[in-house]
Nanobody, 126 residues
Framework: QVQLVESGGGLVQAGGSLRLSCAAS????????MGWFRQAPGKEREFVAV????????DYGDSVKGRFTISRDNASNMTYLQMNSLNPEDAAVYYC???????????????????WGQGTQVIVSS
């Protein structure tokens, strides 16, 4: 059974940082694109970041470019999202996603990823 389990969410002051982690299990993810989405109450789901299976290619949503960094450790099946300079608009449930298909980064960035985690809550106080 494929599982993506997020951790690292919580309450942070505006201007602060958090690091989210995603532990993948149930299959080999070394050949899968990994990424993050988020959804705030009353808002549409938003693409945050994607990283290719090799880690050589990354992409970010416009609202987080320059502040967030996605990375992965294939040896441990972990994916990370370092979030800096957080502001109240970043508050949301953050979901780890994965896609092992050819062209997975494309599907993933469109919100069509094969696998989704349960999410971790990020709250940013002003």
């Amino acid at each position: 059974q494929v599982q993506l389990v997020e951790s690292g969410g919580g309450l942070v002051q505006a201007g602060g940082s958090l690091r989210l982690s995603c532990a993948a299990s149930g299959r080999t993810f070394t050949d899968a694109a990994m990424g993050w989405f988020r959804q705030a109450p009353g808002k549409e789901r938003e693409f945050v970041a994607v990283i290719s299976w090799s880690g050589r290619t990354t992409d970010y949503g416009d609202s987080v470019k320059g502040r967030f960094t996605i990375s992965r450790d294939n040896a441990s099946n972990m994916t990370y999202l370092q979030m800096n300079s957080l502001n109240p608009e970043d508050a949301a449930v953050y979901y780890c996603v994965a896609d092992g298909r050819l062209g997975g980064t494309y599907y993933l960035s469109r919100g069509e990823a094969e696998y989704w985690g349960q999410g971790t809550q990020v709250i940013v106080s002003s």
